[in-house]
């Protein structure tokens, strides 16, 4: 996969995540990614510091730093 792609679905990740925090499901829908590519969209969001992971009754939370 290309960088830029990667970087363009972090985007979407960004945008998703704009109104407040949301479930990594929920992350998922509202940005149509495949699994693989939203984890490397949280990865390159993560290594910048950008996002924050929490879990609540045993769902994964990510929110914007």
């Known amino acids: 996969m290309l960088t830029s792609?990667?970087?363009v679905n972090?985007?979407?990740?960004?945008n998703a995540l704009q109104n407040g925090p949301l479930s990594t499901?929920?992350?998922?829908?509202?940005?149509?990614?495949k699994e693989a590519d939203?984890?490397?969209?949280?990865?390159?969001?993560a290594r910048e510091n950008k996002i924050?992971?929490?879990?609540?009754?045993g769902e994964?939370?990510?929110?914007?730093?």
Do not use: P
């Not at 972090?10 to 960004?14: I, N, R, T």
């Open 5 to 7: 792609k990667i970087g």
């Open 10 to 14: 972090a985007g979407l990740v960004w």
């Open 25 to 33: 499901k929920a992350v998922k829908k509202a940005t149509k990614l």
């Open 38 to 45: 939203l984890n490397m969209a949280y990865g390159w969001l």
């Open 52 to 57: 924050a992971f929490s879990e609540v009754e």
């Open 60 to 65: 994964i939370i990510v929110a914007l730093v």
